[in-house]
């Protein structure tokens, strides 16, 4: 294990007010953890974005069915690129809400755009991609 630095950092108090109330709600019991945990996140999101390997990950997507051509539009969307993506879960929420996981492998800028057509897709109200990946291929 390498040694331990403590450092200082300036911020807004309300902001700090609402990170504390964030992390506690999460299960952290001090800021130190929940801070190194979000830089690894941010480490981690940072090699994605250089990588020019394979990555795989999840695309969640939680809408509506019944605005519009959503479910039109997702299904082409899918099946237009059914290279990269391997497999989905649709779960009927209830009568109108549906969530869907899409899971996906392939260039990490090639999933971002899929993911970002998917999300944007009108109709969606929430939607999250999470790529994972060994920093080794596969
Ligand atoms: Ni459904």
């Not at 299904?75 to 497999?87: A, D, W």
Request: proline fraction near 1%.
């Amino acid at each position: 294990m390498t040694e331990l630095v403590r450092f200082g950092v300036s911020i807004d108090q309300q902001l700090l007010h609402r990170f504390d109330q964030a992390i506690a709600t999460t299960g952290y019991t001090n800021r130190s953890e929940a801070i190194r945990d979000i830089v690894r996140n941010y480490l981690v999101e940072q090699e994605w974005a250089s990588s020019e390997g394979e990555v795989a990950g999840t695309i969640t997507l939680l809408y509506d069915h019944h605005s519009g051509n959503l479910t039109a539009a997702l299904n082409e969307l899918q099946h237009q690129y059914f290279r990269q993506i391997i497999s989905s879960i649709h779960v009927h929420l209830d009568p109108d809400n549906c969530l869907e996981t899409v899971v996906v492998r392939g260039n990490p800028d090639e999933l971002k755009d899929i993911a970002g057509r998917l999300i944007s897709i009108k109709g969606v109200k929430h939607g999250r991609l999470t790529l994972s990946s060994t920093g080794k291929g596969f």
